[in-house]
């Protein structure tokens, strides 16, 4: 099955900073989704992007489906943005595919 | 439009006791998906289901967990004879269709086996 993973693992911003986060995954996909799950464990659908470009306020999200990588920007971050960000793809069949996330801590 | 909805939030069970998750889909979707979360770990596929039909079960454990999405009503996740190592967090989803849409997740439910 299709192989996703993201980078960095762990990542530690001043508040007003920017950041990339990034997916890479081992095949051609049909669905590409990017999540916010915050301190309380809620799953916040972030963006459904399988190819191109979108944005949505401070966040904004590429994907290259003919490179296999998509890239999630977070601007002028905010406390409220800590949590753990997690992109998950689908390669044929009906499940999505999870990555192991990255940690994201946003101090004053 | 009322998002996915899943009960119970939380839920303890002692060992070898049953456990029953529910999910409500999106309106208008009939398609449903399960997916668990181990402790600092991502989430992995379990089941996927149409109305009275399961589509895919390969992640789903071969012993004591069973999955039905009936005419009527909820989605239902059984696991029977519950273990410590069930403790988990069990996310509900559901799509449009099962094809290129995209998933909408619940906001789970936390299961403690003590």
């Known amino acids: 099955g299709i192989q996703v993973e993201q980078s960095p693992p762990d990542l530690i911003l001043q508040e007003g900073a920017n950041s990339t986060l990034r997916c890479n995954f081992s095949?051609?996909?049909?669905?590409l989704q990017w999540f916010h799950q915050n301190p309380w464990g809620q799953l916040i659908n972030l963006f459904y992007?399988?190819?191109g470009t979108k944005q949505n306020g401070r966040l904004s999200a590429t994907t290259v489906a003919t490179e296999r990588y998509s890239l999630l920007y977070i601007s002028s971050s905010q406390t409220t943005d800590s949590g753990v960000y997690f992109c998950?793809?689908?390669?044929?069949?009906?499940?999505?595919?999870f990555g192991t996330g990255t940690q994201l801590k946003v101090e004053l | 439009n009322a998002g996915v909805m899943q009960n119970p939030r939380h839920l303890v069970r002692r060992r070898g006791q049953e456990a029953r998750l529910r999910c409500s889909p999106m309106?208008?979707?009939?398609?449903v998906y399960w997916y668990r979360q181990l402790p600092e770990e991502g989430l992995k596929f379990m089941v996927y289901?149409?109305?009275?039909?399961?589509?895919?079960e390969s992640g789903m454990p071969k012993e004591r967990f069973s999955a039905e999405f009936p005419k009527e009503g909820p989605s239902i996740l059984r696991i029977q004879q519950v273990v410590r190592g069930d403790s988990a967090a069990y996310f509900c989803?559901?799509?449009?269709?099962?094809?290129?849409?995209?998933?909408?997740f619940g906001p789970g439910t936390r299961l403690t086996v003590l």
């Open positions: 989803a559901s799509s449009l269709n099962g094809r290129d849409n995209e998933q909408f």
């Open positions: 095949d051609s996909v049909n669905n």
């Open positions: 992007i399988p190819s």
């Open positions: 998950a793809a689908r390669s044929g069949g009906n499940k999505l595919t």
């Open positions: 309106k208008g979707h009939s398609h």
């Open positions: 289901l149409q109305k009275e039909n399961i589509i895919d």
